[in-house]
């Protein structure tokens, strides 16, 4: 027996096009047809502006709101916006294969980061990019920008999005996004380095999205639970997992100046985690493994690592709740 799907999204492009990304694939993976519901949040009323002050929260509020509301079965969420709290009656069922995890440095005439000259422009509204960057490039001036992708790009000398801010146009020499992002809105042109996560470790779960369902329908035997079963990514939960209760542990939310990125490699789950003083000056960097099986040893593996980097100074560096 067929059903359809009724797929939660935000308004954003960026939204649209990775929630119909998810929508096609459960589709497919079950026999599904699918509907999008666009859920209208006070930030997008604003135009915004509420998620460049006070971050996503609004967001996914609004689309836990229409799942528990039963508008929706499904909401699709950037796992890096993603508070690492539980919902009530929530459950995330399906982790999709990550993309691309690395920061993407898009640069006026193709400079790479090495390329920039002292002194030039660099925007981010993030304090993990940010701190990495002052870091990696002591030289550099970081601007502190807030706005979409396209506004974003549309700061950099000779690089012109939609919809540029007045004024504004290409006053800076550099700007810092997530490749996944970029790619998942075809604009990969605009990059011009892919910074390796040595130099810049990502946020815990970037690249990745998170299926979100009510708890009780992940649990009945339907089309729809088997197909979120069939969509789910071992490789891609158990990363996520790890950087997430890392994140979780240390009692940090999505603006700290805090990476992580865990990886299977030679039959371990190894976590790789960076805490920063807000101006670049300290970086706390740490790896440890663990057995590359089950969500229980993935969750241990980001307390452990956590709980290290607490007792090598991680609170004094950046403040950190509970701390
Ligand atoms: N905080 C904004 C945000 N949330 C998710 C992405 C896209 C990349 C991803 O899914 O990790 C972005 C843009 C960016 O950081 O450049």
Redesign the pocket.
């Known amino acids: 027996m067929s059903m359809n799907v009724r797929v939660g999204t935000r308004g954003s492009a960026?939204a649209v096009t990775q929630t119909t990304t998810v929508a096609e694939a459960l589709a497919s993976a079950g026999t599904l047809g699918y509907e999008l519901v666009r859920i209208r949040t006070e930030g997008d009323v604003l135009k915004g502006s509420l998620a460049q002050i006070g971050g996503?929260g609004v967001f996914v509020a609004a689309l836990r709101e229409a799942l528990l509301d039963d508008r929706c079965d499904v909401a699709v969420h950037?796992l890096?916006?993603l508070p690492t709290g539980a919902a009530e009656g929530l459950e995330i069922a399906a982790y999709p294969q990550r993309v691309d995890v690395r920061d993407a440095l898009c640069a006026r005439d193709g400079l790479d980061l090495a390329g920039l000259p002292a002194g030039a422009k660099v925007g981010t509204g993030s304090p993990r990019r940010a701190a990495q960057l002052r870091a990696a490039r002591p030289d550099l001036e970081v601007i502190d920008i807030r706005g979409n992708?396209d506004t974003r790009l549309g700061r950099v000398r000779g690089m012109h999005g939609p919809e540029v801010v007045e004024g504004k146009k290409g006053d800076l020499d550099a700007v810092v996004?997530?490749a996944?992002?970029l790619k998942r809105l075809g604009r990969t042109g605009t990059i011009t380095e892919l910074l390796d996560p040595s130099v810049m470790l990502p946020a815990p779960g970037?690249?990745a999205l998170a299926v979100e369902c009510r708890s009780a329908d992940a649990a009945a035997e339907t089309v729809l639970s088997a197909a979120l079963r069939e969509y789910d990514d071992e490789s891609t939960r158990l990363a996520v997992t790890a950087e997430r209760s890392l994140l979780a542990r240390l009692e940090a939310g999505c603006s700290a100046p805090i990476g992580a990125l865990a990886a299977r490699q030679d039959g371990k789950l190894v976590l790789e985690a960076v805490v920063c003083s807000p101006d670049g000056q300290r970086l706390l960097r740490r790896r440890m493994d663990a057995p590359a099986e089950g969500t229980g040893a993935a969750l241990d593996l980001g307390v452990r690592l956590a709980e290290d980097l607490l007792a090598e100074g991680a609170a004094e560096l950046t403040p950190l709740a509970g701390h």
């Open positions: 960026l996503t950037s890096k916006d992708v996004l997530a996944a992002g970037q690249g």
